[in-house]
T-cell receptor, first 117, second 114 residues
Framework: DQQVKQNSPSLSVQEGRISILNCDYTNSMFDYFLWYKKYPAEGPTFLISISSIKDKNEDGRFTVFLNKSAKHLSLHIVPSQPGDSAVYFCAASAGGNSGGSNYKLTFGKGTLLTVNP | EPEVTQTPSHQVTQMGQEVILRCVPISNHLYFYWYRQILGQKVEFLVSFYNNEISEKSEIFDDQFSVERPDGSNFTLKIRSTKLEDSAMYFC????????????FGDGTRLSIL
């Protein structure tokens, strides 16, 4: 089941530069997209989300872009900091399009971001 | 900041035994979920729960699994007769609403079946 795909298992960037993490999806019913950050031995921590009625959402250093026609979203982190080093998961749900029956999150495999000082 | 808390952090159980994983969701949240992550694999949905009943479940969530909200604060996942393949991280999550609201996760319980 590859409905949500994160094709880059890892990404390495220099402190202060931009980190761009990518995610593709195949299910056109998805209408809500989220990014989570995960440190070892901890659970996923919610970062930022976007609904399908928007194409951009910004929160501090984090911006998520959604391209519905390409079924693609990306997370931009500017500027990147060493504390951002973690696994980033893209997730999606189809709740708004399911008539109230499908709110489960479908996750990608994650991208390990390393920010070097 | 309110958190989802899970206990125990690590559970070791013999195959065939029953295990109960416990979660305390964020207090004003109404929707509760269990997910699991087998080592090296994706986080996958097990079940969602609202108003004291299951609202959605995956194919993984068979008759060996059950969930319960025994009181106003706890949310539990029970596996009746554990199998080796049940070894995984189990994450509890909660959300204040379902539509366009993020799910917040606990730190998980590592379940090891021997």
């Amino acid at each position: 089941d590859q409905q949500v795909k994160q094709n880059s298992p890892s990404l390495s960037v220099q402190e202060g530069r931009i980190s761009i993490l990518n995610c593709d999806y195949t299910n056109s019913m998805f209408d809500y997209f989220l990014w989570y950050k995960k440190y070892p031995a901890e659970g996923p921590t919610f970062l930022i989300s976007i609904s399908s009625i928007k194409d951009k959402n910004e929160d501090g250093r984090f911006t998520v872009f959604l391209n519905k026609s390409a079924k693609h979203l990306s997370l931009h982190i500017v500027p990147s900091q060493p504390g951002d080093s973690a696994v980033y998961f893209c997730a999606a749900s189809a709740g708004g399009n399911s008539g109230g029956s499908n709110y489960k999150l479908t996750f990608g495999k994650g991208t390990l971001l390393t920010v070097n000082p | 900041e309110p958190e989802v808390t899970q206990t125990p952090s690590h559970q070791v159980t013999q195959m065939g035994q029953e295990v109960i994983l416990r979660c305390v969701p964020i207090s004003n949240h109404l929707y509760f979920y269990w997910y699991r992550q087998i080592l090296g694999q994706k986080v996958e949905f097990l079940v969602s729960f609202y108003n004291n009943e299951i609202s959605e479940k995956s194919e993984i969530f068979d008759d060996q699994f059950s969930v319960e909200r025994p009181d106003g604060s706890n949310f539990t996942l029970k596996i009746r007769s554990t199998k080796l393949e049940d070894s995984a991280m189990y994450f509890c999550a909660s959300s204040v609403n379902r539509v366009f609201q993020p799910q917040h996760f606990g730190d998980g319980t590592r379940l090891s079946i021997l």
